[in-house]
């Protein structure tokens, strides 16, 4: 019986073999060596991992497949986690989790078949569940990624697909007042030296003139 650890991230900017360390740990406190590790950055959401497969073919049956965390090896959808769960079963190899209990005292040598059946059982409906949950979290983060860009599609500039700087939020309450000024019939330059006022650093602050022509725009076209 071999033990192979499987590591996975979804993307080349997380480093994969993060949990090596626990699954090394792991393997050491149940008498365990670990033949090989199996590490590759790719979605846990498709079945294209070449290095998953690579593991599987190099199986015997008995084998243990390592991982940290079920969802590092699903993420699939019900269709294609019962293709990779049909492709396990065939090689009769034993998936052992971190993160599924139930599947630790599958790494114990010499059970004997009512047990070793039992434990089969009880771990296969446990993975399931797990593959499960990844799943829905994988959907419910990828739904709120595409609201997100939804909600900002605005804000994106056509040609670089970037977030387009809005600058700060106007003040209403102010432009209300300077719109009030410019209806009365006030000059730029009165209106400048009247809500001139002083900063945080000491200086003088003013009304640009270029905010004074965009509110004398809106004004007019409020009165056209």
Same mark, same amino acid.
């Given at each position: ?14 480093? !994969? ?58 993420? *699939?959808? !019900? ?38 059946? =039992?434990?089969?059982?009880?771990? !296969? ?50 432009? !209300?007042? *300077? =719109? ?5 019939? =006030? ?38």
């Amino acid at each position: 019986m071999f033990t192979r650890a499987y590591l996975r991230a979804s993307t080349e900017d997380q480093d !994969a073999s993060r949990a090596k360390g626990d699954l090394e740990a792991f393997a050491a406190e149940k008498g365990l060596a670990i033949a090989a590790f199996y590490i590759e950055n790719e979605s846990g959401a498709s079945l294209k991992r070449p290095e998953l497969f690579r593991l599987l073919a190099d199986c015997t049956p008995g084998d243990i497949l390592l991982i940290e965390q079920v969802d590092r090896l699903s993420r *699939l959808n !019900a269709a294609d986690w019962e293709k990779l769960k049909a492709e396990i079963a065939a090689r009769h190899v034993k998936v052992v989790a971190l993160d599924l209990p139930t599947s630790h005292a599958l790494a114990k040598p010499n059970t004997d078949d009512f047990t070793a059946r =039992m434990l089969d059982a009880i771990n !296969a409906m446990m993975l399931d569940v797990l593959a499960a949950v990844a799943r829905k979290d994988y959907e419910d983060r990828r739904r709120r990624q595409a609201q997100g860009i939804a909600n900002n599609l605005d804000a994106l500039d056509k040609k670089t697909g970037l977030p387009k700087y809005r600058g700060r939020r106007e003040d209403e309450q102010r432009n !209300a007042a *300077l =719109m009030a000024m410019l209806s009365k019939g =006030m000059s730029w330059s009165s209106i400048i030296e009247a809500t001139k006022r002083k900063g945080e650093d000491g200086k003088p602050r003013y009304v640009s003139r270029s905010t004074l022509a965009r509110l004398a725009k809106r004004l007019e076209g409020a009165t056209a």
